[in-house]
């Protein structure tokens, strides 16, 4: 099934519908300012093993998950002056930060030394969504294999049919990964180059 919501105006019952398939346990597609991610609520463990079934990923190679805004980020990541002036000038846009996990980030989402991927992308859909649920989403690309992309709803929908619950369609995005940049101990590390631009980190 496919709800299409407006990009620039989400329809506040619309988003409703779509956080009642989420808090069900439900898995969706959704847009971002990079790519067609797929998620499912931080909080729902089963949700998030079908991802990675989904997904034929290790647990080892934790997802990142998607926040409000930067005072959302403090709860669940550890987050000093530095890093917080780095990710205010850059967010929200394209680009994932790796910074150390609070106890409030599930286990399974952790790397084995505690460190999380956390986004805010530059989309209206995606952030009301974050929002109306009141916690993080997952977030991974929805595809199949490494450099695999996805951009139209119904192509979504006829791939992962079977195997996910709702494809929101939030209108085009780049198909273009993320720039990945790890901000732990304050020293900022390129771990991918995506669409977020890095000369200015």
Known sequence: ??????????????????????????????PTDTNYGIGCNLYEKKAIEKIYRIKKRSQKKPFSFICAD??????????????YKTMRRLLP????FILDGTRLVP?????????????????????????ALGNP?????????????????????D???????LVVDGGPVPGEPSTVVSLIGDVPTII??????????
């Open 1 to 30: 099934m496919i709800i299409r919501i407006n990009p620039n105006n989400p329809q506040l019952r619309l988003i409703n519908r779509v956080i009642g398939v989420v808090r069900n346990g439900g898995v969706i597609a959704y």
């Open 70 to 83: 930067l005072k959302d980020i403090s709860k669940y990541a550890r987050v000093s002056n530095y890093a």
């Open 93 to 96: 846009g394209p680009y994932t």
């Open 107 to 131: 286990k399974v989402m952790l790397t084995p030394r505690k460190e999380a991927g956390i986004r805010i992308p530059n989309q209206k859909v995606c952030l009301y969504l974050v929002k």
């Open 137 to 157: 989403i997952i977030n991974t690309t929805a595809s199949f294999n490494q450099g695999e992309t996805f951009c139209e709803p119904e192509e979504i929908e």
């Open 159 to 165: 791939r992962f049919k079977g195997l996910i619950d």
């Open 192 to 201: 991918r180059e995506g669409l977020g631009d890095v000369s200015i980190i």
